[in-house]
């Protein structure tokens, strides 16, 4: 029996017990052509009809094969795709180009890139736009069914609301002669193959790309899309791009908020990378998608995945019940900080796992530009790994609790107040909110601030747009004052072109910079090696601001606080940073107008700072300044100490002084430096903002820029944290 008559006739059974009897007695023990039939019948019947219970009860009774490995035979990572027919590109059309296969509509195919039970991808030029791109053809069988194609088009529609670096960009959708996807065409090979040629990766390259997944993955959830099918197969590596990566394959995606999709039993993906609640039918979130991205951590590292036995039930079973085969037991070399992350991202519990996509990139951006500064990670600046305890997994139940509120609360934020524009002088009433000023807001759930187990406050900052950066007016202003001077010529242009940007989400911000006291904290409970800074006279009182810091020591307090208090703390973006600094103000030097004569009612600086006779126009540091216990000085409008002077503060950004050329005008975020160097940064630099104790006021202004390599500190550089309330968070998913 032939592979079309056997899926033809187990159509018409509708009985899911019947139709895997039936295929038993067809297939005559051939698994490979039943895996083929029963990959076309996944695909023809929607989820909840071909798996109407979940799969784990289903397969318990009819386990399958999952491979059909010979003895001593290497067990491949993922399913390999089917041999195509020779008569499968019947639907091209003739082609005078003496290169092509034939063509569809406008597009001439040169090459199959691959083929499946759903269909047939090919790579094709498009004579329109001249390019080259990917067609992915929908099976002739199934482009006669509507479930087929309604998820066909469920792909398009799911892929394209994706616009990110690694995420393979959908262009168009046609239907004529089959329905068929025209996509970015990604020149390079698969992570499985990958994996298939050189087995295990080095640790550089899992870092390298497991952010660029994370990324990818942050960016689809930011939209409401859970992937569903996270796995080697689906992650493409493109060549001469320094191994870009691009997920690919969204046609198992469902918008979070689809009941039609996430009904009980409805069950779909690749059984070795599945989630436990995947298997067992249940409601998903994004964080499904993250036990999967450990799985796939998991087979980078070990060259096998975690999951493996002898039937799809069987590894089914172990995905709920089992924990994998730790990491280290087979290749023991692999860095303790992978196993970690590994897992913690396997919880069984999607509440313990770690709470969004964007955390994990914002650790391995951590972790890379260590490994470029160093060319290692230094183990003992990260968490311990630890399994969740009662206390702890109760306290991700209650994020988890309070984060799926949040889109609703912001949501009625955005409808009942509509989106804030900011004028050019503070507003006190469209700051943090207060008790009144939120229930206006439509925000009634979230407390204008609150103080944590560190005695640090925060206060909430509402979703708005302001202006960022400085006018073109403004930087030539300041270059002719500060007259024939590199530095200037370099960094100033830097704070241009002015521009709108919006913050899509209400965080909290510290309204202080973070404490010698607090870091002091962090170092004894986590036994954290800076010998220096511990007998330094930076370290002295508890009042000031902890500085004398690497970047790397201000996220791993970050990484702490958050573990300890089962919440997300983070340091800010640049834009972040620059729309708590100004309070509601556009266009003005500081958060209260532009007169430098006031600034010392806000801010430490060189005037103000210990050192006499110091000119408020000084274009140098004054060495003569010191610190001062933080929040002494009065606030801005919204509540902040200190934004202007005492202590620069790291951001999260890597620095780019060309970036607000081209940087997304919602919630924009810097993954990576600039492409140059230059006299005055590297690429791998992370921003600095708001000036200290020892310089003038134009260093201090809210659209300053500095910069910083990680690996670099100073007796005025601090930091600040920011506690994302959502699980999106406010700079979603690393654009750039």
Excluded at 277 to 291: C, M, S, T, Y
Excluded at 688 to 703: I, K, T, V
């Amino acid at each position: 029996m032939t592979e079309e008559q056997a899926f033809l006739a187990a159509i018409e059974l509708s009985d899911p017990a019947e139709r895997a009897a039936y295929l038993e007695k067809a297939c005559g023990g051939d698994a490979e052509l039943r895996r083929r039939v029963e990959n076309l019948l996944f695909a023809h019947f929607k989820p909840g009809e071909f798996l109407d219970e979940p799969l784990a009860r289903q397969l318990e009774a009819d386990p399958m094969p999952l491979h059909d490995n010979k003895p001593g035979e290497p067990v491949r990572t993922d399913e390999p795709e089917t041999d195509g027919k020779p008569d499968d590109l019947y639907f091209l059309q003739p082609t005078a180009r003496p290169d092509s296969l034939g063509r569809i509509g406008h597009y001439e195919v040169l090459q199959v890139l691959g083929r499946g039970g759903f269909g047939i991808v090919l790579k094709a030029f498009d004579d329109v736009l001249q390019r080259v791109v990917a067609l992915k053809v929908l099976a002739p069988m199934l482009a006669a069914t509507s479930p087929a194609r309604k998820r066909f088009l469920r792909e398009a529609r799911s892929s394209a609301q994706v616009r990110h670096e690694n995420v393979v960009q959908v262009y168009a959708v046609e239907e004529q002669p089959l329905p068929y996807l025209v996509m970015e065409f990604v020149p390079g090979e698969t992570l499985q193959e990958r994996l298939d040629r050189n087995g295990p990766l080095e640790e550089s390259e899992i870092v390298r790309v497991g952010r660029q997944i994370a990324e990818g993955l942050a960016a689809a959830h930011a939209t409401g899309l859970i992937h569903r099918d996270i796995k080697p197969g689906n992650i493409l590596i493109e060549t001469g791009s320094h191994d870009r990566v691009k997920i690919t394959d969204f046609g198992l995606a469902q918008a979070a908020d689809d009941a039609s999709l996430t009904q009980s039993g409805v069950v779909a993906g690749t059984p070795m990378y599945m989630a436990p609640e995947q298997v067992k039918g249940e409601r998903l979130d994004h964080r499904a998608d993250l036990f999967s991205l450990g799985s796939l951590l998991y087979v980078m590292a070990a060259g096998r995945p975690p999951f493996r036995a002898a039937t799809v039930f069987a590894v089914l079973k172990r995905v709920v019940e089992d924990d994998p085969r730790p990491v280290q037991d087979v290749i023991p070399e692999t860095p303790s900080w992978l196993c970690d992350l590994i897992a913690r991202l396997h919880a069984k519990k999607p509440a313990d796992r770690i709470p969004a996509a964007r955390d994990v990139a914002d650790i391995f951006a951590g972790y890379e530009t260590q490994l470029r500064a160093t060319g290692k990670v230094e183990e003992y600046s990260r968490p311990n790994p630890r399994k969740p305890t009662a206390a702890r997994s109760g306290r991700w139940k209650w994020v988890a609790a309070a984060v799926a509120l949040l889109p609703v609360l912001a949501l009625a934020l955005t409808e009942a107040a509509g989106i804030t524009h900011w004028s050019r002088n503070p507003n006190p009433t469209l700051g943090p909110l207060t008790n009144g000023d939120k229930d206006r807001a439509g925000n009634k759930d979230l407390p204008p601030g609150f103080t944590n187990t560190l005695g640090m406050e925060l206060r909430l900052i509402p979703a708005g747009k302001f202006r960022m950066g400085s006018s073109q007016a403004d930087i030539d202003r300041w270059l002719k004052e500060f007259g024939d001077v590199d530095w200037a010529k370099n960094r100033l242009p830097a704070e241009g072109p002015e521009h709108e940007v919006e913050i899509t989400q209400p965080f909290y911000m510290g309204v202080t910079e973070v404490t010698v006291g607090q870091f002091r904290r962090f170092m004894e409970e986590k036994n954290y090696s800076l010998e220096e800074w511990k007998q330094s006279r930076f370290s002295e009182k508890d009042d000031h601001p902890a500085v004398f810091l690497f970047w790397h020591s201000a996220v791993d307090f970050c990484n702490w606080l958050s573990e300890k208090e089962g919440k997300r703390y983070r340091l800010p973006t640049e834009a972040e940073w620059e729309y708590c600094c100004r309070a509601g103000t556009s266009g003005t030097r500081f958060c209260f107008g532009d007169a430098d004569d006031r600034l010392e009612d806000y801010a430490w600086y060189s005037k103000n700072s210990g050192a006499a006779g110091v000119p408020d126009g000084a274009r140098t540091p004054n060495p003569g300044g010191r610190m001062h216990p933080v929040g002494k000085l009065k606030p801005n409008a919204w509540g902040l100490h200190d934004m202007h002077g005492n202590a620069w503060e790291w951001c999260r950004d890597n620095y780019d002084p060309d970036c607000y050329k081209h940087s997304k005008l919602k919630d924009p975020f810097v993954a990576e430096g600039g492409s140059r160097g230059g006299p005055y940064w590297s690429s791998r630099d992370h921003s600095l903002r708001g000036g200290s104790c020892h310089w003038s006021p134009a260093f201090c202004r809210s659209a300053f820029r500095h910069n910083l390599a990680p690996t670099e500190r100073y007796d005025d550089v601090g930091f600040r944290v920011l506690l994302d309330p959502t699980p999106g968070e406010a700079g979603k998913a690393g654009d750039k």
